[in-house]
């Protein structure tokens, strides 16, 4: 089964940029999806159901209606979609995943930007920003101002199968990789992650002075969710270089 269920088709969109928050290194995707839809007091605008995700039921504090893990919230002022998800993606539905999301950005006409951390010890330098992209997309990474990638490497994981499926469908798509703390949740590369690439790219602003303020209190409650992303074999998505011949 794939399919995506929309609960409020009232939401005008024209050519919506989606940003992608499946769960990877640092939770750099997942904190900053959290944040737009906070932020923006975003519609909760449809759910997506693929195999590959777990069949499970998540409820929200002060709230008893249940709804699945992976949801997208809508802005239509701003023309913003938002994939959030509460679980991590094992990397056998990877494609699966990908699949299920491929024909609806088309029918959308929306322009993706995935998320994706670099694992990087911290330091007291701000998080780098680099940014890959497929068909139109490396023009608006221009325009955007965002440093292209130093080293080779790849991005695995859920995104890397969606940017993958960008690819083989010649369909314009925008990858953001930042450094990202490799073991605890980072919401300072989170913060770098929308303020130099998802404002520029989609014309927004968005307001992260909370996203800072409240550091500690999102790395606690996320904490959790990251160990789960390094045990077993739920590979998270994250981009790492390629050193062939090393």
């Known amino acids: 089964m794939a399919k995506i269920t929309v609960l409020d088709d009232s939401v005008s969109l024209s050519e919506p940029t989606m940003v992608e928050g499946l769960p990877g290194v640092g939770l750099v995707g997942k904190i900053a999806a959290d944040h737009l839809v906070e932020a923006f007091d975003m519609v909760h605008y449809g759910n997506l159901h693929c195999d590959g995700i777990p069949k499970v039921a998540v409820y929200h504090e002060g709230d008893p209606e249940l709804s699945t893990p992976v949801r997208l919230y809508a802005d239509a002022e701003r023309d913003l979609l938002v ?133 500690e209190e999102i790395r606690n409650a996320k904490e959790q969710l990251a160990r789960r992303m390094q045990q077993g074999d739920e590979e998270s998505t994250q981009a790492k270089p390629l050193r062939m011949y090393q």
Request: contains cysteine; glycine residues 6%; negative net charge.
């Open 83 to 215: 994939l959030q998800s509460d679980v991590p993606i094992v990397p056998q539905a990877a494609t699966e995943v990908a699949n299920c999301l491929s024909s609806w950005f088309d029918d959308m006409e929306s322009m993706p930007i995935f998320l994706s951390g670099l694992p990087q010890e911290k330091s007291e330098d701000v998080p780098a920003l680099y940014a890959v992209a497929a068909g139109e997309g490396a023009a608006m990474v221009e325009k955007a101002d965002i440093d292209f990638p130093n080293e080779m490497g790849l991005i695995s994981g859920p995104t890397g199968a969606l940017l993958h499926d960008a690819i083989e469908n010649d369909r314009t798509a925008v990858g953001l990789i930042v450094e990202s703390d490799p073991k605890f949740p980072d919401p300072e590369a989170s913060r770098v992650i929308i303020k130099k690439g998802i404002e520029p790219l989609a014309g927004i602003e968005v307001p992260v002075e909370n996203l800072v303020d409240r550091a």
